[in-house]
């Protein structure tokens, strides 16, 4: 079964605290938290401090999406304000092993993430370490764009690898997951799928309804 993990990036920050106990009423269990450094992507979104102030008030599991060059310099920091599961890139890592191990030497889950354009079997060498593969199905640096369908093929491809090696990592897909799309990617095999503007434009309670209904 698939679970969704709404992207507070697409958040109304006035009332973030509302909002979550908004999908925490609604089943939600986890949040993805999009971390962007203004150097691996465009954009800048928020770091710690949020983080922090959000795990006063909420025990959903926080997915922690590090959109951030060379990652492995704040991975400490990511933890101590409530991180349950750090997910870092591929490209932006000169050592990608030693980042995984940084992180789950800090007892928390990992995920290892590939943009579009790079090839899915670049991720193939980290599979027995990590928790959880992110594809990401559109650019990342920002909400609200339009999936890229050719990326869905990365998912099919980890199903197989994954059930051919008796692995167990869980598959994310991020970006551009809409109400029209969703049940083509719940059917791939996506364990959790990654959704901003899909859940806050709008009113939450009737985009989870309409998301549970597929799910
Ligand atoms: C993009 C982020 C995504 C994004 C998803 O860089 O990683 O998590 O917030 O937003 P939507 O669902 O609006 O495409
Ligand atoms: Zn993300």
New binding site residues.
Partial sequence: MSQIAP?I??ADFNCLGKQIRELEENDVKIL?V?V?DGMF?PSISFGMPVITSIRKESRLFFDV?L?VQEPIRYIEEFVKAGADSITIHIEACKDVEATIHKIKEMGIQCGISVNPETAVEKVLPYLEMVNMVLI?S????????KLIPETLDKVTYLVKEREGRNLEFRIEI????NQGNLSRIVSLGVDVV?????VFRGSIVENMKKIKEVM
């Fill in positions: 992207s990036l697409a993805h999009d962007m992507v999406h959109m990401m559109v650019h990342p640096g920002f909400g609200g764009q991020d970006g551009g997951v990654v959704a901003g503007t899909a």
